[in-house]
């Protein structure tokens, strides 16, 4: 059974930073796609970036663009978002999920694995 847990989020000013981990267990990840989403409250839930975890393609909601960046660590099975000049509309319960394939789907729906999410916060 595929488990993710997530971890890092925080409260943080704006202009500030920090780094999301997903620890990815119970499966073998070479042939998934690691994705980021965020819902903010009263929001649907959307796409900031993924990661093919094999061949290391990336994409990014333009919302986010030159300030996040995603990562992976195979020999540790561990997704990163580390996300810098933060705005207080970057705040949301952000989540890690995956999907088997190989293509980078932007929709929640395609991807079948989720973890708890964790709280990022960024004031004014």
């Known amino acids: 059974q595929v488990q993710l847990v997530e971890s890092g989020g925080g409260l943080v000013q704006a202009g500030g930073s920090l780094r999301l981990s997903c620890a990815a267990s119970?499966?073998?990840?070479?042939?998934?796609?690691m994705g980021w989403f965020r819902q903010a409250p009263g929001k649907e839930r959307e796409f900031v970036a993924a990661i093919r975890w094999s061949g290391g393609s990336i994409y990014y909601a333009d919302s986010v663009k030159g300030r996040f960046t995603i990562s992976r660590d195979n020999a540790k099975n561990m997704v990163y978002l580390q996300m810098n000049s933060l705005k207080p509309e970057d705040t949301a319960v952000y989540f890690c999920?995956?999907?088997?394939?190989?293509?980078?789907?932007?929709?929640?729906?395609?991807?079948?694995?989720w973890g708890q999410g964790t709280q990022v916060t960024v004031s004014s």
């Open positions: 119970g499966r073998t990840f070479s042939s998934y796609v």
């Open positions: 999920a995956a999907r088997s394939g190989s293509y980078i789907y932007t929709g929640p729906g395609e991807y079948a694995y």
